[in-house]
């Protein structure tokens, strides 16, 4: 017998010739589609509410660890059939795991949704975390920890996001320690589950070729078995900004010296997101933006230079990175903030503003191009907002910052006594 349901919200998306449908099942859990009627693909996700930020300090890295679990075997599966079972039709299955989500997801012929839902719902409810097969996986993700500890561009950004949130869970990283992997055992997987997934903090996401009613058939007869749960769980919320001390420094056998620099920013429901985004893409996306122009092509202090905006539920990141000289980290450092101060000062010309908006919107649009993208934005939006954020409508906001809106921005993070520094040196 079929899992009642109530369908939220069904609509045209003219821009791109799409349709937006959203369906509740009586046990809660969401199903969103986006019906692109003249690609042949589907790009199927089932999205999970939960990320680094939600575990303990002695829990850190469980979550991206159950990501990797979840292909080495379940009831029915073997870790070979599981890989066979999606590349076999030309398709891609893959899962990841960030600061607030988890998403197992998989690419296919629309002809093959039934079969990629089959494998999806498999792994994410039937998952058996056998000993042998989680003693090999740790090995492998320790290997990934080292890995990442060896990329100094990237390893930055967790000893960044560390100094930003150092009493909170939003500084762990979110790949774990050496230390916890050893320690997971399969009853911390087993109560990981349970304690997260359970219906209403679920969501199944598609676009392609999908037909909604179809898909809803399929979660009925999938996930028939997933009872809702009362429980609902809260985040402890992100701190403000506050005082920082002097730079954080580390030190590694490198040729090149790695500086970040940032504040806590804003979260992805403030009122000024998309003032700050279209800030954040004048100043540090692309060749155009002023601190490459600035820090590469004037100065030529730096290959790789850019600012990043990472919005969360209830906070957010603000920075920016650069990878120089060791001799030249005081020169670029500097050269950063005077582009920050140059924001401060006075509203950027319309010109430049106008110059940024279309930048933005073309990679939007672009973006759409991907089934892939399309499916990350329904359920990544569905579980930040329990709604659709129409095309149309972010392109009307994007359109609507000013040059003084930005301005207010800038005045408002960019306060220098407030900045955290993270620099790795080359010993």
């Known amino acids: 017998m079929s899992a009642s349901r109530k ?22 859990l969401r199903i969103v589609t986006e019906t692109i009627p003249y690609v042949r693909s589907i790009s199927l996700g089932i999205w999970a509410n939960v990320g680094s930020r939600d575990e303990t300090e002695k829990q850190n890295g469980i979550s991206h660890f159950l990501e990797h679990m979840v292909f080495k075997g379940t009831k029915k599966r073997s870790v070979k059939d599981i890989a066979q079972s999606i590349e076999s039709l030309g398709g891609y299955l893959n899962a990841f795991t960030t600061k607030e989500q988890t998403c197992f997801y998989a690419r296919v012929l629309d002809e093959h949704l039934t079969k990629a839902l089959d494998v999806l719902s498999d792994i994410v409810l039937n998952a058996t975390f056998e000993p042998a097969e989680l003693e090999k996986e740790k090995l492998v993700v320790i290997e990934e920890l080292k890995n990442a500890e060896d990329n100094p561009d990237d390893i930055i950004h967790d000893y960044f996001e560390n100094t930003l949130f150092p009493t909170h869970s939003l500084g762990f990283p979110i790949i774990g320690t050496e230390a916890n992997l050893r320690r997971f055992q399969r009853e911390d997987l087993r109560t990981h589950v349970k304690t997260h997934y359970y219906p209403s903090n679920l969501v199944v996401a598609a676009a392609g070729n999908v037909d909604h009613n179809r898909l809803v058939h399929l979660v009925d007869q999938f996930f028939r078995g997933l009872r809702h749960d009362h429980t609902v769980l809260k985040r402890t919320t992100g701190p403000n900004r506050q005082h920082r001390t002097g730079p954080k420094e580390y030190s590694r056998p490198i040729n090149q010296a790695h500086v970040c620099l940032g504040t806590i920013g804003y979260s992805i429901r403030h009122k000024d997101r998309y003032s700050l985004m279209v800030m954040n893409t004048l100043l540090g996306e692309g060749m155009s933006s002023r601190l490459y122009q600035s820090i590469r092509e004037k100065h030529g202090l730096a290959y790789s230079v850019y600012s990043f905006a990472h919005l969360l539920s209830d906070t957010g990141v603000f920075g920016a990175y650069v990878g120089t000289d060791k001799g030249k980290i005081d020169d ?56 659709y954020q129409t095309l149309d409508s972010i392109l009307k906001r994007i359109d609507a910052v000013t040059p003084e809106a930005i301005n207010r921005v800038a005045n408002d993070l960019f306060d220098e006594k407030l900045f955290s520094t993270v620099i790795i040196r080359p010993s």
Request: avoid cysteine; aromatic fraction near 6%.
């Open 332 to 387: 670029s450092i500097e050269l950063i903030h005077k582009e920050l101060r140059k924001l401060k000062a006075k509203p950027i010309p319309h010109a430049e503003l106008e110059r940024t908006k279309s930048q933005m919107k073309g990679t939007m649009m672009l973006g759409l191009e991907s089934m892939s993208n399309r499916m990350m934005r329904l359920g990544s939006g569905e579980l930040y907002f329990e709604s």
């Open 7 to 28: 369908t939220a919200s069904r609509y045209h998306e003219h821009a791109g010739n799409s349709l937006y449908q959203k369906t509740v099942l009586d046990n809660r």
